[in-house]
């Protein structure tokens, strides 16, 4: 399916989905490329679903929704009220990210429901989510360097996926970008708008940054 024709189905994603789960949905969120007008090929349209408490038919239900219907191309992560309440929103996880994404969510296009991703993003402590930050860029060093082990070639967009996701969460642990900034440019501009600019990188770093930005993505050796 085209990326025009995979986006034009948001609308219908989203009623099947108020349809299926009819006054338990707390809020739907729609993050990533598709919302933001940076969508290529292999984007997915990530979804962020909250409903109020789980039922043991929800995941069969999202199942048969994306995979009769959708394909692939559709990512919905589905959260519980009662149960982020219970741990607390200030230990909020989506996947392997940690507090720190409530702010992503917070920033997300709202498509039903309540915007309490932006109310509880307030509530969490800088410093909890300044520490989730820091250990997320940990997390993208450790993968860069198991591949650099165990990957005799490796995609250069692999190295350009990690090293700029790196960067921009350095940036925003320094406050040197924002994540509607991060929304609305594309990688190509954050290396010119704020990695250039970033006073945090050396030189050399923003010089292998670039080089890594502009070298043919099909090639799967990379040269510094």
């Known amino acids: 399916m085209s990326m025009v024709g995979l986006k034009n189905k948001i609308p219908a994603i989203v009623t099947e989905l108020e349809n299926k789960f009819s006054g338990r949905i707390i809020s739907l969120v729609g993050y990533g490329s598709y919302f933001f007008e940076r969508a290529h090929q292999s984007s997915d349209i990530d979804l962020c679903l909250l409903l109020d408490t789980r039922n043991e038919e929800d995941l069969i239900v999202l199942n048969k929704l994306i995979d009769g219907k959708h394909e692939s191309k559709v990512d919905i992560t589905v959260h519980y009220l009662d149960e982020i309440e ?24 709202l498509l039903s429901g309540s915007d309490i991703f932006a109310r509880k993003a307030h509530q969490v402590p800088t410093a909890k989510y300044t520490e989730s930050l820091i250990s997320q860029v940990h997390q993208y060093i450790d993968r860069i360097q198991t591949a650099l082990v165990n990957d005799n070639l490796i995609r250069i967009d692999f190295y350009r996926k990690y090293l700029t996701r790196i960067m921009i969460d350095m940036m925003l642990i320094n406050s040197e970008i924002s994540y509607r900034e991060i929304n609305t440019n594309s990688a190509i501009d954050i290396m010119d708008k704020f990695i250039n600019a970033s006073k945090i990188f050396s030189a050399e770093s923003k010089k292998i940054h670039r080089k890594i930005m502009t070298q043919d993505a099909d090639r799967k050796d990379i040269t510094l």
């Open 86 to 109: 219970c741990r607390g929103w200030e230990n909020f996880h989506h996947g392997t990210h940690g507090v720190f994404f409530l702010h992503h969510l917070a920033h997300a296009m």
